[in-house]
């Protein structure tokens, strides 16, 4: 994903590029959902799939603290796929975009 956003038809976007390069993994994690919120409003099945995938490859399953709420995440996440197979886009895009503010807040709050 990161790749895609950085190349622009086969040439660095210096600027995207030093963005994700010097972001803290909160800010990877928030800049994930704004690409997924931005393709399901787009309605592009592909693009969206994509980002909700990275969002699933961060879920931590091996430490306990987490193990919960990751079980909890993988299936919202799941049922947006599902979702967004099914072109309910409006859907997809509201639980993205809840689930991003709730992020944000967790983050701000810390």
């Not at 995207?16 to 990877?28: F, K, R, T």
């Not at 704004?34 to 393709?39: E, K, L, M, N, S």
């Not at 787009?42 to 980002?51: E, H, P, S, V």
């Amino acid at each position: 994903m990161y790749q895609a956003a950085v190349l622009n038809k086969n040439k660095l976007n210096p600027y995207l590029s030093n963005q994700i390069l010097n972001a803290s993994p909160e800010q990877l994690l928030i800049k994930i959902f704004d690409f997924a919120v931005v393709h399901s409003e787009k309605k592009d099945m592909i693009k969206t799939n994509t980002a909700i995938q990275e969002l699933i490859g961060l879920l931590r399953f091996d430490d306990d603290t987490y193990k919960d709420l990751s079980i909890n995440l993988i299936r919202l996440y799941q049922y947006c796929q599902e979702e967004a197979r099914k072109n309910n886009f409006d859907l997809v895009t509201k639980i993205l975009t809840e689930l991003r503010e709730s992020w944000l807040q967790a983050i701000q709050n810390r």
